[in-house]
Protein backbone atom coordinates (compact mmCIF):
# COMPACT_ATOMS: atom_id res chain seq x y z
CA UNK A 1 0.00 0.00 0.00
CA UNK A 2 0.97 3.54 -0.27
CA UNK A 3 2.82 5.03 2.20
CA UNK A 4 1.91 8.07 4.27
CA UNK A 5 4.72 10.15 3.36
CA UNK A 6 4.07 10.56 -0.11
CA UNK A 7 3.20 14.58 0.73
CA UNK A 8 6.59 15.59 -0.32
CA UNK A 9 5.50 14.62 -3.83
CA UNK A 10 6.26 17.72 -6.67
CA UNK A 11 3.26 20.08 -7.61
CA UNK A 12 4.54 20.16 -10.55
CA UNK A 13 3.37 17.76 -13.49
CA UNK A 14 5.56 15.69 -15.79
CA UNK A 15 4.68 15.39 -19.07
CA UNK A 16 6.63 11.74 -20.28
CA UNK A 17 4.97 10.32 -16.45
CA UNK A 18 1.28 11.82 -18.01
CA UNK A 19 2.13 10.40 -21.56
CA UNK A 20 2.01 7.17 -20.03
CA UNK A 21 -1.47 6.52 -19.19
CA UNK A 22 -2.33 5.81 -23.17
CA UNK A 23 -5.93 6.44 -24.02
CA UNK A 24 -6.41 9.30 -21.18
CA UNK A 25 -7.74 12.80 -23.10
CA UNK A 26 -5.87 15.92 -22.30
CA UNK A 27 -9.12 17.47 -21.34
CA UNK A 28 -11.22 17.16 -18.47
CA UNK A 29 -14.13 15.96 -20.55
CA UNK A 30 -14.88 12.62 -21.10
CA UNK A 31 -15.30 11.30 -24.43
CA UNK A 32 -18.43 8.65 -25.33
CA UNK A 33 -17.71 5.28 -26.22
CA UNK A 34 -20.36 2.70 -27.98
CA UNK A 35 -21.62 -0.40 -25.67
CA UNK A 36 -21.31 -3.59 -27.58
CA UNK A 37 -24.83 -3.48 -27.99
CA UNK A 38 -24.11 0.65 -29.56
CA UNK A 39 -27.30 1.31 -28.55
CA UNK A 40 -25.99 4.69 -26.13
CA UNK A 41 -22.97 5.40 -25.31
CA UNK A 42 -20.74 5.37 -22.47
CA UNK A 43 -18.75 8.71 -21.19
CA UNK A 44 -15.18 7.39 -20.60
CA UNK A 45 -13.45 7.92 -17.21
CA UNK A 46 -10.46 7.04 -16.10
CA UNK A 47 -9.58 6.68 -12.46
CA UNK A 48 -6.05 6.69 -11.17
CA UNK A 49 -5.42 4.14 -8.11
CA UNK A 50 -2.59 5.30 -5.32
CA UNK A 51 -0.55 1.71 -5.18
CA UNK A 52 -0.92 -1.36 -6.81
CA UNK A 53 -4.49 -3.26 -6.42
CA UNK A 54 -5.50 -4.27 -3.22
CA UNK A 55 -8.23 -4.33 -0.86
CA UNK A 56 -8.48 -0.60 -0.81
CA UNK A 57 -9.89 -0.58 -4.13
CA UNK A 58 -12.08 -3.71 -4.16
CA UNK A 59 -15.36 -1.88 -4.61
CA UNK A 60 -14.17 -0.13 -8.03
CA UNK A 61 -12.60 -3.70 -9.51
CA UNK A 62 -16.33 -4.94 -7.98
CA UNK A 63 -18.84 -2.23 -9.70
CA UNK A 64 -16.44 -2.86 -12.87
CA UNK A 65 -17.16 -6.71 -12.97
CA UNK A 66 -20.83 -6.29 -12.30
CA UNK A 67 -21.21 -4.08 -14.83
CA UNK A 68 -22.38 -1.44 -12.21
CA UNK A 69 -20.29 1.21 -14.09
CA UNK A 70 -21.92 0.78 -17.48
CA UNK A 71 -25.30 0.37 -15.62
CA UNK A 72 -24.34 4.39 -14.43
CA UNK A 73 -23.37 4.87 -18.11
CA UNK A 74 -19.31 5.24 -18.00
CA UNK A 75 -17.15 3.23 -18.93
CA UNK A 76 -14.45 3.22 -16.16
CA UNK A 77 -10.53 2.69 -17.00
CA UNK A 78 -8.33 1.50 -13.59
CA UNK A 79 -4.93 2.48 -14.17
CA UNK A 80 -1.87 2.13 -11.63
CA UNK A 81 -0.02 5.63 -10.79
CA UNK A 82 3.43 7.00 -11.96
CA UNK A 83 6.49 7.72 -9.30
CA UNK A 84 4.43 11.59 -8.25
CA UNK A 85 1.23 9.67 -7.68
CA UNK A 86 -2.53 10.53 -9.04
CA UNK A 87 -3.07 14.26 -7.41
CA UNK A 88 -1.06 15.61 -10.57
CA UNK A 89 -2.54 13.95 -13.50
CA UNK A 90 -6.17 14.37 -11.74
CA UNK A 91 -5.18 18.09 -11.42
CA UNK A 92 -3.91 18.36 -15.37
CA UNK A 93 -7.34 16.48 -16.44
CA UNK A 94 -5.23 13.57 -17.72
CA UNK A 95 -7.49 11.14 -15.27
CA UNK A 96 -11.45 12.35 -13.72
CA UNK A 97 -10.86 10.74 -10.61
CA UNK A 98 -7.69 9.11 -8.67
CA UNK A 99 -7.17 7.84 -5.21
CA UNK A 100 -5.47 9.83 -2.76
CA UNK A 101 -5.35 10.51 1.44
CA UNK A 102 -6.09 13.35 3.44
CA UNK A 103 -2.55 13.80 4.72
CA UNK A 104 -0.69 13.83 0.84
CA UNK A 105 -3.52 16.29 0.08
CA UNK A 106 -2.24 18.32 2.09
CA UNK A 107 0.83 19.71 -0.25
CA UNK A 108 -1.96 19.97 -2.62
CA UNK A 109 -4.04 22.44 -1.15
CA UNK A 110 -1.30 24.03 1.26
CA UNK A 111 0.78 24.99 -1.33
CA UNK A 112 0.80 28.70 -2.63
CA UNK A 113 -0.87 27.21 -5.94
CA UNK A 114 -3.46 24.59 -4.90
CA UNK A 115 -3.76 22.15 -7.46
CA UNK A 116 -7.48 21.74 -8.86
CA UNK A 117 -8.32 19.09 -7.32
CA UNK A 118 -11.51 18.22 -5.16
CA UNK A 119 -11.91 15.13 -2.25
CA UNK A 120 -15.48 13.65 -3.28
CA UNK A 121 -15.88 10.46 -1.08
CA UNK A 122 -13.48 8.35 1.39
CA UNK A 123 -13.17 4.95 0.80
CA UNK A 124 -12.19 4.25 4.53
CA UNK A 125 -14.12 5.88 7.47
CA UNK A 126 -11.41 5.77 9.37
CA UNK A 127 -7.46 5.73 9.75
CA UNK A 128 -6.33 2.62 10.51
CA UNK A 129 -2.82 3.21 10.04
CA UNK A 130 -0.53 2.58 13.52
CA UNK A 131 2.76 1.11 14.37
CA UNK A 132 3.40 -2.70 14.25
CA UNK A 133 6.07 -4.19 15.76
CA UNK A 134 7.33 -7.64 17.40
CA UNK A 135 5.22 -8.59 20.53
CA UNK A 136 6.40 -8.47 23.74
CA UNK A 137 9.41 -5.83 23.02
CA UNK A 138 7.57 -3.08 24.61
CA UNK A 139 6.29 -1.02 21.84
CA UNK A 140 2.76 -1.96 22.63
CA UNK A 141 2.30 1.87 23.14
CA UNK A 142 4.01 4.70 21.47
CA UNK A 143 6.85 5.39 24.97
CA UNK A 144 8.13 1.76 23.79
CA UNK A 145 9.28 3.77 21.04
CA UNK A 146 11.79 5.10 22.54
CA UNK A 147 15.62 3.05 21.76
CA UNK A 148 14.20 1.43 19.25
CA UNK A 149 14.86 1.36 15.38
CA UNK A 150 12.01 2.98 13.71
CA UNK A 151 11.82 2.63 9.55
CA UNK A 152 11.04 6.31 8.38
CA UNK A 153 10.85 8.19 5.18
CA UNK A 154 11.63 11.53 6.70
CA UNK A 155 8.08 12.97 6.04
CA UNK A 156 7.16 15.90 8.03
CA UNK A 157 3.79 14.87 8.48
CA UNK A 158 4.95 11.42 9.26
CA UNK A 159 7.98 12.24 11.74
CA UNK A 160 5.60 15.18 13.37
CA UNK A 161 2.68 12.67 14.19
CA UNK A 162 5.11 10.17 15.49
CA UNK A 163 6.61 12.72 18.33
CA UNK A 164 3.09 13.88 19.22
CA UNK A 165 2.06 10.57 20.12
CA UNK A 166 5.42 9.61 21.48
CA UNK A 167 5.31 12.52 24.09
CA UNK A 168 1.82 12.05 24.77
CA UNK A 169 2.49 8.79 26.06
CA UNK A 170 5.15 10.23 28.12
CA UNK A 171 7.80 8.91 25.95
CA UNK A 172 11.02 11.03 24.64
CA UNK A 173 11.16 11.42 20.95
CA UNK A 174 14.63 12.28 20.93
CA UNK A 175 15.10 8.87 21.91
CA UNK A 176 13.71 7.03 18.67
CA UNK A 177 16.43 5.49 16.54
CA UNK A 178 15.38 6.59 12.83
CA UNK A 179 16.33 4.96 9.97
CA UNK A 180 15.84 5.06 6.19
CA UNK A 181 12.92 2.50 5.46
CA UNK A 182 13.52 0.11 2.71
CA UNK A 183 10.25 -1.88 4.10
CA UNK A 184 8.57 -4.24 1.15
CA UNK A 185 7.65 -6.96 3.02
CA UNK A 186 6.77 -6.07 6.77
CA UNK A 187 6.81 -9.68 8.16
CA UNK A 188 9.97 -10.24 6.45
CA UNK A 189 11.29 -7.23 7.92
CA UNK A 190 10.17 -7.54 11.51
CA UNK A 191 11.25 -11.61 11.31
CA UNK A 192 14.79 -10.92 10.31
CA UNK A 193 15.20 -7.75 13.06
CA UNK A 194 16.04 -5.18 10.57
CA UNK A 195 13.69 -3.03 11.63
CA UNK A 196 11.89 -2.57 15.24
CA UNK A 197 8.87 -0.89 13.99
CA UNK A 198 6.81 -0.03 11.20
CA UNK A 199 4.15 2.63 10.06
CA UNK A 200 1.67 0.28 8.76
CA UNK A 201 -2.24 0.24 7.00
CA UNK A 202 -3.44 -2.53 9.70
CA UNK A 203 -6.09 -3.74 6.85
CA UNK A 204 -3.33 -5.37 4.60
CA UNK A 205 0.10 -5.98 6.79
CA UNK A 206 -1.67 -6.16 10.06
CA UNK A 207 -3.44 -9.40 8.26
CA UNK A 208 -0.51 -10.24 6.92
CA UNK A 209 1.17 -10.68 10.23
CA UNK A 210 -1.70 -11.96 11.39
CA UNK A 211 -1.39 -14.32 8.62
CA UNK A 212 1.93 -15.22 8.63
CA UNK A 213 1.58 -16.30 12.80
CA UNK A 214 3.73 -13.46 13.29
CA UNK A 215 2.84 -12.29 17.01
CA UNK A 216 2.76 -8.31 16.97
CA UNK A 217 2.06 -4.98 19.19
CA UNK A 218 0.27 -2.72 17.79
CA UNK A 219 -1.41 0.65 18.57
CA UNK A 220 -3.05 3.24 15.71
CA UNK A 221 -2.43 6.68 15.35
CA UNK A 222 -6.57 7.87 16.25
CA UNK A 223 -6.47 5.86 19.39
CA UNK A 224 -3.77 8.33 21.10
CA UNK A 225 -4.66 11.50 19.23
CA UNK A 226 -8.39 11.85 17.87
CA UNK A 227 -6.96 14.56 15.46
CA UNK A 228 -5.34 12.06 13.42
CA UNK A 229 -8.20 10.13 12.60
CA UNK A 230 -8.49 11.65 9.33
CA UNK A 231 -9.53 10.33 5.87
CA UNK A 232 -7.36 7.68 3.69
CA UNK A 233 -7.45 6.91 1.33
CA UNK A 234 -9.85 8.85 -0.39
CA UNK A 235 -11.30 9.55 -3.99
CA UNK A 236 -10.38 13.05 -5.41
CA UNK A 237 -11.59 14.26 -8.47
CA UNK A 238 -10.35 17.13 -11.13
CA UNK A 239 -12.24 20.62 -10.48
CA UNK A 240 -13.19 21.38 -14.00
CA UNK A 241 -14.39 17.82 -14.63
CA UNK A 242 -16.33 18.03 -11.49
CA UNK A 243 -18.06 21.44 -11.99
CA UNK A 244 -18.94 20.40 -15.84
CA UNK A 245 -20.35 17.19 -14.96
CA UNK A 246 -21.98 16.78 -11.81
CA UNK A 247 -24.88 14.11 -12.55
CA UNK A 248 -21.70 12.02 -14.12
CA UNK A 249 -20.12 12.41 -11.04
CA UNK A 250 -22.97 11.20 -9.40
CA UNK A 251 -23.73 8.57 -11.23
CA UNK A 252 -20.06 7.23 -10.90
CA UNK A 253 -20.13 7.62 -7.41
CA UNK A 254 -23.15 5.86 -7.42
CA UNK A 255 -21.64 2.97 -9.19
CA UNK A 256 -18.82 2.70 -6.90
CA UNK A 257 -20.79 2.80 -3.72
CA UNK A 258 -22.75 0.08 -4.68
CA UNK A 259 -19.22 -1.64 -5.31
CA UNK A 260 -18.31 -1.10 -2.30
CA UNK A 261 -21.60 -2.22 -0.78
CA UNK A 262 -21.11 -5.52 -2.44
CA UNK A 263 -17.82 -6.29 -0.72
CA UNK A 264 -18.94 -5.38 2.34
CA UNK A 265 -22.09 -8.12 1.99
CA UNK A 266 -20.31 -10.79 0.10
CA UNK A 267 -16.39 -9.99 0.97
CA UNK A 268 -15.82 -13.78 0.15
CA UNK A 269 -16.86 -13.01 -3.34
CA UNK A 270 -15.56 -9.46 -3.78
CA UNK A 271 -12.32 -10.58 -2.62
CA UNK A 272 -12.19 -13.29 -5.96
CA UNK A 273 -13.02 -10.07 -8.26
CA UNK A 274 -10.22 -8.49 -7.03
CA UNK A 275 -8.05 -11.67 -7.31
CA UNK A 276 -9.46 -12.11 -10.77
CA UNK A 277 -8.48 -8.29 -11.76
CA UNK A 278 -4.87 -8.67 -9.87
CA UNK A 279 -4.39 -12.58 -9.74
CA UNK A 280 -0.58 -11.76 -8.56
CA UNK A 281 -1.80 -11.22 -5.38
CA UNK A 282 -2.09 -13.80 -2.56
CA UNK A 283 -5.46 -15.31 -1.92
CA UNK A 284 -5.16 -16.18 1.52
CA UNK A 285 -3.94 -12.44 2.34
CA UNK A 286 -7.24 -10.87 -0.20
CA UNK A 287 -9.45 -13.00 1.29
CA UNK A 288 -8.66 -12.34 4.92
CA UNK A 289 -7.76 -9.16 4.23
CA UNK A 290 -11.46 -8.29 2.93
CA UNK A 291 -12.74 -9.50 5.68
CA UNK A 292 -11.31 -7.39 7.91
CA UNK A 293 -12.03 -4.31 5.68
CA UNK A 294 -15.88 -4.90 5.04
CA UNK A 295 -15.82 -3.04 8.37
CA UNK A 296 -14.36 -0.57 7.94
CA UNK A 297 -15.59 1.21 4.25
CA UNK A 298 -18.88 2.23 6.40
CA UNK A 299 -17.77 1.65 10.03
CA UNK A 300 -20.76 3.45 11.75
CA UNK A 301 -22.00 5.55 8.84
CA UNK A 302 -24.83 4.64 6.72
CA UNK A 303 -23.57 7.33 4.26
CA UNK A 304 -21.05 5.51 2.14
CA UNK A 305 -18.28 7.55 1.25
CA UNK A 306 -19.34 10.77 3.71
CA UNK A 307 -16.77 12.77 5.47
CA UNK A 308 -17.56 14.56 8.58
CA UNK A 309 -16.47 18.34 8.10
CA UNK A 310 -15.45 18.49 12.05
CA UNK A 311 -13.02 15.65 11.40
CA UNK A 312 -11.47 17.08 7.81
CA UNK A 313 -11.17 20.67 9.61
CA UNK A 314 -9.51 18.75 12.70
CA UNK A 315 -6.66 17.54 10.78
CA UNK A 316 -5.80 20.25 8.99
CA UNK A 317 -6.33 22.85 11.51
CA UNK A 318 -3.40 20.79 13.57
CA UNK A 319 -1.06 20.99 10.51
CA UNK A 320 -1.71 24.40 10.37
CA UNK A 321 -0.79 24.94 13.96
CA UNK A 322 2.14 23.15 13.73
CA UNK A 323 3.00 24.88 10.88
CA UNK A 324 3.89 21.31 8.33
CA UNK A 325 1.92 22.41 5.41
CA UNK A 326 3.59 26.16 3.02
CA UNK A 327 0.37 28.09 3.40
CA UNK A 328 -2.62 27.44 6.04
CA UNK A 329 -5.38 25.54 4.75
CA UNK A 330 -8.96 27.04 5.46
CA UNK A 331 -11.33 24.99 6.87
CA UNK A 332 -14.00 23.31 5.03
CA UNK A 333 -10.97 23.41 2.34
CA UNK A 334 -10.80 20.00 -0.50
CA UNK A 335 -13.61 18.05 0.27
CA UNK A 336 -17.39 17.79 -0.66
CA UNK A 337 -20.16 15.62 -0.03
CA UNK A 338 -22.32 16.65 -2.42
CA UNK A 339 -21.72 14.19 -5.22
CA UNK A 340 -22.81 11.49 -2.72
CA UNK A 341 -26.05 9.45 -2.64
CA UNK A 342 -28.75 10.98 -0.24
Known sequence: MRKLNKISAAIGICTML????????SSTASEPTATDQGSKELKKITVVLDWTPNTNHTGLYVAQEKGYFKEAGVEVELVQPPEGGAEQLVASGKAQFGISFQDTLAAAYGSKEPLPITTVATLLQHNTSGIVSRKGEG??????????????????????MIKNVMEADGGDYGKLKRIPSTVTDEVSALKTKSVDAIWIYYGWAGVACEKANLPIDYFAFKDINPVFDYYTPVIVGNDTYLKENPEETKAFLQAVEKGYRYAIDQPEDAAEILLKAAPELDKDLVVASQKYMKDQYMAEVKEWGYIDQARWNAFYNWLNDNELVENKIPENTGFTNEYLSK
Request: glycine residues 16%; aromatic residues 6%.
Open 18 to 25: MASLSGCG
Open 139 to 160: MESPKGLEGKQYATWDGPIELA
